[in-house]
């Protein structure tokens, strides 16, 4: 069965720090993989996907993530993070078919220090 | 920002008693999805459709039943409302091929509270 793991609960990095959230997948079959934040007290939204091509794939705010098909990963890097970056990020796995189906991760609680 | 509303945003109820909670969208989109959030466990599909009177089961529909009798309204209801279902639940939509590339759109939430 399709799942995922995001194995950090909760991360804390100073501002101006580099950050990797940690995302693995298992999954039959090419994966389709999203990345999602959510601030708080509000849906989500979407940083960035990859369905093919390119494995370093750039996303909304500065992020960026790599897609490794022999590790069975997708991590979410910045190379600076703002204290506007604090929130929670959610890995995710797209079901293959006609009901773009996704199993998310339990989610990457990001703080940012001062 | 996809045209996603969520009513209500807040509600609290008591055991045995029955919610709905609805979703409306403006992009006229095929497909829309209802999840549950709770700490540890991220989202949770609980039903989606994918056309006007068109629904399925996700992982955790036990004690919820949905409807779609528009393109732009997908509702879901807890017959009867246990503690256990206490939770933020969010409305997705996606839309134009349908496939698993598609980028799913959230709404706000609602939170609601079973006493």
């Known amino acids: 069965a399709q799942s995922v793991t995001q194995p950090d609960i909760h991360i804390t990095v100073s501002e101006g720090a580099s950050l990797e959230l940690r995302c693995n997948y298992s999954?039959?079959?090419?994966?389709?993989l999203f990345w999602y934040v959510q601030s708080p007290g509000q849906g989500l939204q979407l940083l960035l996907k990859?369905?093919?091509?390119?494995?370093l794939v750039q996303g909304i705010k500065g992020f960026e993530a790599e897609f490794k098909r022999s590790q069975s990963s997708f991590n979410l890097r910045k190379p600076s993070v703002h204290w506007s970056d604090a929130a929670e990020y959610f890995c995710?796995?797209?079901?293959?078919?006609?009901?773009?189906?996704?199993?998310f991760g339990t989610g990457t609680l990001l703080a940012v220090q001062p | 920002d996809a045209g996603i509303t969520q009513s209500p945003r807040h509600k609290v109820t008591e055991t045995g008693t029955p919610v709905t909670l609805r979703c409306h969208q403006t992009?006229?989109?095929?497909?829309m999805y209802w999840y549950r959030q709770d700490p540890g466990h991220g989202l949770r599909l609980i039903h989606y459709?994918?056309?006007?009177?068109?629904?399925d089961k996700g992982e955790v529909s036990d004690g919820y039943s949905v409807s779609r009798s528009k393109t732009e309204d997908f509702l879901l209801t807890l017959e009867s409302a246990t503690s256990s279902q206490t939770s933020v639940y969010f409305c997705?939509?996606?839309?134009?091929?349908?496939?698993?590339?598609?980028?799913?759109?959230f709404g706000p939430g609602t939170r609601l509270t079973v006493l």
């Open positions: 992009e006229n989109h095929r497909y």
């Open positions: 459709s994918y056309g006007v009177k068109d629904t």
């Open positions: 990859y369905f093919s091509g390119d494995t």
């Open positions: 997705a939509i996606s839309g134009t091929s349908g496939g698993s590339t598609d980028t799913q759109y």
């Open positions: 999954y039959g079959a090419t994966p389709y």
């Open positions: 995710a796995v797209g079901v293959a078919g006609a009901t773009n189906k996704l199993i």
